[in-house]
């Protein structure tokens, strides 16, 4: 039986190193693993960052205080070039890439009417043209910029539109960086975009050159972790603007590919380096670069640019800088998620690149990785496949550690002493798979412990949480105690009347229906629920298990429960039943949480003020006529959100005012519109508490008028009208109190 045993545990061994094994080979690809692997890179990306404040390249930022001095985007084009040659005349700079595309001409309607005059039928009044000559130059703002841009080492941005059926040809395409010959052609799998939006052609043809700024390469996750540093459009090669700006730096010498051939398997090109002058950038197959961050956002100098049109910066800043013309203003859109931030300026992006060229810090993975990953999982494989089963569970442990901690070490060497990142992933998850498959037998009984943990709070959370907590016996305290915690109250609208016109039968169905995937939702998100109340239910977070995250996670469960109530419509009714709303709320901040009772019946549950604002704020969501509302803690605790403001409000019970929110989208999710919307939201905000009634009025009508059914605008314009009656108090702080629970 024994021998049996040892060949099945072989088998299973032999299987699972075949898994991995196909899975390096891409016939079998395992989503996971590549996930796993892009959080490793990130992790020893994070771990090994230079930290060092940057001398070469600067950015010019067109931030809020650009916007609020200069203001909305886009300039006109005189202005840009007043910065561009204050850049160049006053500052002495040695480049500038615009991270920005000019596509449209800078023309006013008047002045275009004018011209036209001009050209029509005052082409022969004299006293017209002379007048017209005087300022025609100041109505050609393109032809300024275009003057400003001349003989200077001035770069464009270019966007490539992606290969996906569509194409769009908008602008001047700049010189391509080579022409690839017939030996090449076809052989380099670069990308081959369809299009493209370039810059004006008066533009175009007076800057220095020009680069791509747009990337196809982005990973699934949408992480931006490698770009390209070429792309082939109509058989010739165009340059990135980051590449760009690094080889102007030194003089604008040639590109020359280094690559490796296949012809004994395949007639194509491996691309391995991209030479510019005595510098080699390694890249991958595509030309794709690993982005070198040197860390976090504004490690590079940013420097406003009103500062620059004004002339107020010192010149040791930018004198002979390289400058990047880009945005850091979120209004703008220009942010990327990162290894490092999740909304991360994506001009910086192109700042780390030219830095890491210039300093020959980028890192390699050259395709022969993936030779090497699939010989060292084989070894693996084998070894502890038939090495594991002869060992005791000490010795298993051992070895499995040892080898474990040798694939760290001699990775994180590889990575920084000879700038390579070989894959991690892979051997290292084999070898705890492999460890775990052939000590199983002897590790998983179930302890006393973990079934009394089961029986004490099976009744509050997932099965999966027990499991957990019976890891972690220190960490439970059924006894009273203060924790910062966050709690949910979910209750549905019209219950009375909705329950007055059901069978008892059936109304029991009905909030088995919604309580159920309410209750998932939550112990999904590792909620422990209170209690229910009828059609109302408790949750809360942060007990007994300690949860870092528990504000995110009761925010997370909160919008899936409201979208999960949408998605019930239907279903509710194809049965007949009525259509289910719920209100919720969530709040965050010191409970006391623990065992409370009597002695004939105990149940672990939360008190406290903050508990109690929770159910205020949902008591309130009826008020507002919106799904969910939230405290300002919570706001504070989970940044990943976006929210509105509704209000400053004193609840039953308190005298300080709180400002509560209604949590939108994430950030990721969050478009123009939206943002456009909530800007135009805050501005009438503003007026409303600094009592300019007419401009709050215009704005909250004008916000009113877009979107009718949002109650919380129609709320403002009804207190408007009342306070010009009735005004505020002296010493009004903006809140309003709510009288009822």
């Known amino acids: 039986m024994k021998e049996i045993q040892r060949y099945i545990r072989y088998a299973l061994g032999l299987a699972l ?6 899975h390096v080979g891409g016939k079998y690809p395992l989503t996971a693993l590549t996930v796993i692997e892009n959080l490793a890179y990130d992790a020893r990306l994070k771990f090994t960052l230079p930290n060092k ?14 916007l609020s001095e200069i203001g909305r985007w886009p300039w006109n084009r005189d202005v840009m070039a007043g910065i561009n040659d204050s850049l160049f005349d006053h500052y002495k700079i040695k480049e500038i890439g615009y991270d920005i595309v000019f596509a449209e001409e800078d023309l006013d309607e008047g002045g275009r009417l004018l011209e036209e005059m001009s050209k029509g039928p005052l082409k022969h009044n004299n006293n017209f043209q002379k007048e017209y000559q005087k300022v025609r130059n100041s109505l050609h703002r393109d032809e300024m910029f275009a003057k400003s841009l001349g003989n200077r080492k001035t770069i464009m941005g270019v966007i490539f539109t992606p290969d996906n059926g569509t194409s769009n040809f908008i602008g001047s395409l700049p010189e391509p960086i ?6 090449m052609k076809g052989r380099i799998p670069f990308y081959s975009p369809s299009g493209y939006t370039s810059n004006l052609k008066i533009l175009q043809d007076n800057a220095y050159t020009g680069g791509f700024f747009d990337n196809p390469a982005l990973d699934d996750d949408g992480v931006f972790r490698r770009v390209p540093l070429l792309q082939e459009y109509n058989g010739q090669l165009h340059e990135s603007l980051a590449m760009s700006l690094a080889r102007a730096a030194i003089g604008s010498p040639p590109i ?7 012809t004994e398997h395949s007639n194509d090109l491996f691309l391995e380096w991209i030479k510019i002058g005595d510098r080699r950038i390694p890249v991958d197959e595509s030309g794709n670069v690993l982005v070198p961050y040197i860390g976090p956002q504004k490690s590079f100098d940013y420097i406003s640019a009103s500062d620059v049109l004004n002339k107020t910066v010192d010149m040791n800043r930018l004198k002979d800088k390289i400058a990047l013309f880009g945005t850091s203003a979120p209004g703008l859109l220009d942010l990327r998620t990162t290894p490092l931030e999740a909304a991360y300026p994506g001009v910086e992006i192109h700042a780390n690149i030219i830095q890491g060229i210039l300093d020959e810090r980028i890192m390699h993975k050259p395709g022969y990785t993936k030779g090497f990953e699939f010989l060292l999982l084989v070894a693996l494989g084998l070894l502890l496949t038939f090495l594991l089963p002869w060992l005791s569970a000490t010795w298993g442990v051992v070895v499995s550690l040892f080898i474990t901690g040798l694939l760290l070490s001699s990775n994180l060497f590889a990575w920084t002493q000879f700038q390579m990142v070989l894959p991690i992933t892979t051997p290292v998850l084999l070898t705890v798979v492999l460890f775990t498959l052939q000590m199983i037998y002897g590790f998983f009984i179930e302890s006393r412990s973990k079934r009394h943990l089961a029986h004490l ?20 305290n059924m006894d009273g105690e203060i924790k910062n915690m966050s709690v949910l109250f979910s209750d549905v609208r019209n219950f009375t009347t909705i329950s007055e016109n059901m069978e008892p039968k059936e109304l029991t169905e009905l909030m088995n229906g919604f309580l159920t995937p309410i209750t998932t939702i939550i112990h999904n998100q590792r909620g422990t629920i209170d209690k229910y109340m009828g059609d109302a239910v408790m949750a809360f977070w942060g007990a007994p298990l300690d949860d870092p995250k528990h504000a995110l996670h009761a925010m997370n469960a909160a919008m899936l429960m409201t979208e999960r ?10 049965r007949g039943w009525p259509e289910i709303k719920i209100g919720v709320g969530v709040n965050t901040g010191d409970m006391n949480v623990g065992n409370k009772g009597s002695e004939f019946r105990v149940d672990y549950t939360i008190l406290g003020d903050a508990v109690n604002l929770g159910s205020r704020l949902e008591g309130l969501t009826k008020v507002y006529g919106v799904d969910i509302i939230v405290g300002e803690a919570t706001r504070h605790e989970v940044p990943e959100y976006e929210y509105r403001e509704l209000d400053l ?3 039953k019970g308190k005298d300080e005012p709180v400002a509560i929110y ?11 519109s939206v943002r456009q919307d909530l800007k135009r939201y805050n501005l009438a905000l503003k007026f409303y508490r600094s009592q300019h009634w007419d401009d709050a009025e215009r704005e909250f009508f004008a916000l009113s008028s877009v979107d009718k059914e949002r109650k919380i605008f129609q709320i403002y314009l009804d207190r408007i009208m009342e306070f010009r009656k009735n005004p505020p108090p002296e010493n009004w702080d903006g809140s309003f109190t709510h009288t009822s629970k």
């Open 565 to 574: 109530m949408h998605n019930l419509r239907q279903e509710f009714a194809a």
């Open 53 to 66: 404040k940057d001398n070469q390249v600067v950015i010019i930022d067109i931030d809020e205080k650009s």
């Open 256 to 262: 020359e590919l280094i690559v490796e051939s296949d």
């Open 662 to 672: 209604e949590p939108i989208d994430l950030l990721e999710n969050i478009d123009k």
């Open 649 to 651: 409000v004193k609840v």
């Open 17 to 22: 190193t075949l898994m991995f094994l196909l």
């Open 457 to 476: 709070f099976g009744q509050y959370i997932p099965p999966e949480l027990v499991n957990e907590m019976s890891k972690k016996m220190e960490e439970i």
């Open 178 to 183: 080579a022409r690839l010959d017939a030996n």
